[in-house]
């Protein structure tokens, strides 16, 4: 069940007349504003919506339907509001039912229907019938009445009697049809408020709307007010609309979950996922790669962040993977610097890791497929849930507390969820399966820790595999040579380092004010609040690509997270390099490199270069070009690196670096931050990003911006080359103290507290959107651009 929030007005079931003076107007609207945008239109941008609400549920353990469940359920519903059969059904389980949102055109309508029961019967399922859902609409506002679909329900027979069967076979047959509907009725991809499946399962049944709460049960009075109707189960959902337009379809729960939170990661999410289509087999479907592709995409244009989470969370259900697996692997427990956590446990999120990166944000997600019903709170614990178990076997859990009534003497337990923790309803043993249990249950069904022990990569490894020799490396262009004439030792120094210095825009600013107390000290150099400087599109002055992109940070519903205090909740690390079929658990999926940031030294550059280690190749791509080609150069070359790097996958190399070392007098590097985007979308277009890693070795980033952009657009990692030489430069030329001991600090220290200072500020970054993981953060693009049009920088970032 589930409400969307909308601004009421009575209205009869008739519709309202309009005088002939007003017909034209009438006209306009109905072309123009009944319908959410599609498109970015004005200031409206649909990537940006997300789903705020209250989610709860009510289950009986003995798996015995019940009214009480139902009546419990609604009332529960309204509680929250703060914010005709003509053929004979088969045993239950043995039919699935569909809940459409068709067109109120019939004609439309009609062909809705004809081409589902094509596909079903292509497929070798039996359609029963059709049933038209009572409704009640007398009470709908406005924009609820005037894009009202024609409720209807389809009864059909599997091809086979097996429950797990019947489920997949069900979740095929709705991604085709959609698929198929969509082409037949001329439906652009996000066009679904024409037709829509709410839910199409041998199990669960869903009712939603964009209706108050309370208007839930008298809008759908012929089933959810009928005494006769029973369920052991119901998750509710109560959602007001905060960032969101309301509309029927993006009412929840999805056909998996409700979600009471925000995705802040989404667009990363998203983009990942999209590019992980390409390597998809699910052979839990029993489909042919020809037919796996009829289901994609996994996540629909349209849909908000709680259903694009559904789409991804139903699909690893549906191939192979438990309910609850698939919850954890998506949002896991805040594992990284948990001390006290089981090691087999911590072994298992260490493996989700190398197959998804965490889908992070403030959330209380509740889920069923009809064996489970759950819930779990997010890494952080931002959002409340609450639970009650009752001595004759009843669970409830909400994120509001008082919205059904218990006697105090009948809780047998209560409780609230802790952050990552996990409430499991188990209908086939009947019981609540306990939170350590669980997680100990699945830590154990397969030998996670020597998996990683045998596949993971860690960086030393790479670098201890390549001859010291080959980690020198080459002198960078433009550097003055020191000679035994410079007695001063000059030319040791940053007057040594000028002309590439000047080349990538550095200033006597950013090296002192920036630089300098990062490599001394390892920490960000303090300063005043307010930035005067005029924005980059507005400056005289030449500005990198970097500062065309403003940081977003959370608001509203949406709180950040404390770097400091919060730190247990915070991690640097990420897994890169070729992914493997999410839907698959092998020892093979977790052979990927481990880092512990995003920034790597000059001498792991080196390593990473010329590395041939357990099937680890590199292939380095120049981006620079003749400055006589002017802006046409830089076109040609963002074509030729895509054009590359897509070479490099199919000559079997596991990473790519974007190199600006060929750098000099006659040849002008391109933007990083252009070509690294430039080439995440290309291969995510293509859905080949997921089969190798991107490294940039660029002289331009030095600052924590110009890092989390880099990262934000796909980077796996970096080497600011030339901000680590004009560090050691500093020292030589005395801005950095020596030791006690008279001793200058070694390179390797240096780096090593400018490494710090910056990986802290990136990590305050990611801390004030909200966002606690740097692999979550990856291709997020969590910026706004500023000066840039979308047929410019757009078309690459």
Same mark, same amino acid.
């Given at each position: ?58 289950? $009986? ?52 229907? !004809? ?25 709908? =506002? ?135 289509? =390409? ?182 490894? !790479? ?12 002198? !960078? ?5 020191? &000679?035994?004439?410079? $007695? ?50 507005? &400056? ?20 950040? !997270? ?72 830089? $076109? ?154 979308? =047929? ?6």
């Amino acid at each position: 069940m589930s409400v969307a929030s909308s601004s009421v007005l009575q209205t009869r079931n008739h519709p309202v007349t309009v005088p002939a003076e007003h017909r034209s107007l009438e006209s306009w609207f109905d072309r123009h504003c009944r319908r959410v945008p599609e498109k970015p239109l004005g200031l409206y941008d649909p990537s940006f919506d997300k789903d705020s609400c209250g989610v709860g549920f009510v289950a $009986e353990l003995s798996g015995e339907g019940s009214r009480k469940t139902v009546t419990d359920a609604l009332e529960m519903l309204i509680r929250m509001s703060h914010r005709d059969v003509g053929f004979e059904l088969p045993s239950p389980g043995e039919y699935a039912v569909g809940m459409f949102f068709l067109p109120t055109s019939e004609y439309r309508r009609e062909q809705s229907k !004809i081409i589902f029961t094509k596909v079903a019967e292509s497929l070798g399922h039996t359609v029963l019938g059709w049933r038209s859902v009572p409704t009640d609409n007398s009470g709908l =506002g406005k924009s609820a009445l005037q894009t009202e679909p024609v409720v209807e329900q389809v009864f059909l027979t599997p091809t086979s009697r097996s429950k797990a069967d019947f489920e997949q076979q069900m979740y095929i047959l709705r991604r085709v049809s959609m698929v198929a509907i969509r082409a037949a009725l001329h439906l652009q991809p996000g066009g679904v408020r024409d037709f829509y499946i709410c839910s199409l399962s041998s199990r669960t049944v869903v009712y939603k709307g964009q209706l108050k709460p309370n208007q839930l049960k008298e809008y759908y009075y012929g089933d959810l007010g009928n005494e006769r109707f029973t369920s052991y189960m119901a998750l509710i959902h109560s959602r007001f609309s905060t960032n969101t337009f309301p509309s029927w379809d993006r009412a929840q729960p999805m056909r998996v979950l409700g979600h009471n939170g925000e995705i802040n990661t989404l667009r990363g999410n998203v983009n990942w996922m999209k590019a992980r289509e =390409g390597l998809l087999k699910c052979k839990e479907l029993g489909l042919s790669r020809d037919e796996m592709k009829k289901l994609l995409p996994i996540v629909d244009a349209s849909s908000s962040d709680s259903g694009a989470f559904d789409g991804v969370l139903e699909l690893l259900v549906r191939a192979g993977r438990s309910l609850p697996e698939a919850v954890m692997m998506m949002i896991p427990e805040a594992w990284q610097n948990d001390k006290n956590m089981d090691p087999h446990r911590k072994a298992l999120y260490e493996y989700f890791s190398a197959l998804m990166e965490p889908w992070d944000g403030p959330a209380l997600i509740s889920f069923t497929d009809g064996r489970y019903l759950g819930a779990t709170l997010d890494r952080n614990g931002l959002r409340p849930g609450r639970f009650y178990i009752t001595h004759n076997g009843r669970v409830i859990m909400a994120s509001e507390v008082g919205v059904v009534d218990i006697p105090p003497e009948e809780v047998c337990r209560k409780g609230r969820l802790n952050p990552g923790m996990m409430l499991l309803v188990d209908f086939e043993k009947h019981v609540v399966v306990d939170d350590e249990a669980l997680k100990l249950q699945y830590s154990l069904a397969r030998p996670y820790g020597e998996w990683l022990k045998r596949q993971k990569i860690e960086l030393k490894d !790479i670098v201890e595999s390549v001859h010291e020799s080959d980690t020198v490396p080459p002198a !960078i262009a433009g550097v003055v040579p020191a &000679s035994s004439d410079d $007695e001063d030792m000059e030319n040791m120094g940053i007057h040594g380092l000028l002309t590439p210095l000047k080349a990538f825009g550095y200033t006597v600013e950013a090296l002192e004010m920036l630089l300098l107390p990062m490599a001394k000290d390892g920490i960000e150099a303090l300063g005043s609040m307010g930035n005067d400087a005029p924005l980059a599109v507005m &400056s005289n002055r030449e500005k990198l690509t970097f500062e065309y992109f403003k940081q977003m940070f959370a608001q509203v519903t949406n709180p950040p !997270i404390d770097p400091i205090r919060e730190k247990i909740v915070t991690s640097m690390e990420c897994m890169i390099g070729p992914e493997g079929d999410l839907t698959e658990t092998t020892e093979e999926q977790c052979h990927r490199l481990s880092l512990k940031g995003s920034l790597l030294s000059i001498e792991e550059m080196e390593a990473i270069k010329k590395m041939n280690y357990r099937g680890w190749s590199s292939k380095v791509i120049d981006i620079t070009y003749s400055k006589d080609r002017g802006r046409k150069g830089l $076109e040609e070359t963002l074509d030729r690196i895509c054009s590359e790097a897509q070479d490099a996958i199919k000559e079997g190399c596991t990473t790519i670096v974007l190199s600006d070392r060929a750098f000099s007098s006659k040849c002008v590097a391109v933007s990083s931050l252009l070509a690294v985007g430039a080439v995440h979308h290309y291969l995510v277009k293509r859905l080949e990003r997921t089969r190798i890693g991107l490294i940039v070795e660029s002289a331009e980033p030095r600052e924590v911006h110009h890092f989390c952009t880099l990262v934000g657009f796909g980077a796996d990692a970096i080497c600011p080359y030339l901000a680590l030489e004009a560090i050691w430069r500093l020292q030589v030329d005395g801005k950095i103290p020596p030791k006690a001991s008279g001793e200058f600090h070694s390179k390797d220290e240096l780096v090593k507290k400018y490494f710090k200072a910056s990986n802290y500020g990136m990590m305050k970054v990611l801390a004030k959107m909200g966002i606690s993981t740097l692999a979550s953060y990856k291709g997020a693009q969590i910026f706004e651009a500023v000066g840039l049009s979308s =047929g410019s920088g757009g078309e690459v970032l």
